[in-house]
């Protein structure tokens, strides 16, 4: 199973909105409305962000959001703040009954 | 709360096997399955496989197969890690993480460092 394709970078300003997307298959992505994304600060476990492609755990900021169009998933972040600074990853559940995850994209905050 | 506590650093000679266990708290152990994901240093996430912590069954993904066993202790709320045949690409910190119910992994231990050197 390869990994899902993601940016490995993005970058905005305080205040912005950003988007980070998530390239997989019709085995993966395409196949399942099972995607999630994980926000990870240096040194720390990485923390549920989004679940099921579009909902927010409880206590999640609703400036955190995610679609989906085709095998392609997207995380996007509006009014970024400075703590939004971390690694991001999407992952998704596959028709193999097994998960993947995306390489990682590094968001910066200017 | 929901508590996963993981056990301590360790360090590994090459062709070794190591031990990681993961002692939960806060839930119904049974209620929700358990995943493994490492993270080799500075590098991604990698999914190394799932267990049912209810009846013991696991699906491990292909890359480890033969080489890890996912077990669990009903009667500690505990479940393990075990990889052998130990190399070098193995040095990485190890999560055990719970599943959400929703296919998305929801709590997170606080990760084990394991290194491979000789």
């Known amino acids: 199973q390869s990994a899902l394709t993601q940016p490995a970078s993005v970058s905005g300003s305080p205040g912005q909105s950003i988007t980070i997307s998530c390239t997989g298959t019709?085995?993966?992505?395409?196949?399942?409305?099972?995607v999630s994304w994980y926000q990870q600060h240096p040194g720390k476990a990485p923390k549920l962000m989004i679940y099921?492609?579009?909902n927010r755990p409880s206590g999640v900021s609703n400036r955190f959001s995610g679609s989906k169009s085709g095998n392609t998933a997207s995380l996007t972040i509006s009014g970024l703040q400075a703590e939004d600074e971390a690694d991001y990853y999407c992952?998704?559940?596959?028709?193999?009954?097994?998960?993947?995850f995306g390489g990682g994209t590094k968001l910066t905050v200017l | 709360q929901v508590q996963l506590v993981q056990s301590g650093a360790e360090v590994k000679k090459p062709g070794a096997s190591v031990k990681v266990s993961c002692n939960t708290s806060?839930?119904?152990?049974?209620?929700?399955?358990m995943h493994w994901v490492r993270q080799a240093p500075g590098q991604g996430l990698e999914w190394m496989g799932i267990i049912n912590p209810s009846g013991g069954s696991t699906t491990y993904a292909q890359k480890f197969q033969g080489r890890v066993s996912m077990t669990r202790d009903t009667s500690t709320s505990t479940v393990y890690l075990e990889l052998r045949s130990l190399r070098s690409e193995d040095t990485a910190v190890y999560y055990c993480v719970r599943d959400s119910s929703q296919h998305a992994f929801d709590m997170w231990g606080q990760g084990t460092v394991v290194t491979v050197s000789s």
């Open positions: 099921d492609v579009t």
């Open positions: 992952s998704s559940y596959t028709s193999s009954h097994s998960w993947v």
């Open positions: 806060g839930y119904t152990f049974t209620s929700y399955y």
């Open positions: 019709s085995s993966d992505v395409g196949a399942y409305n099972y």
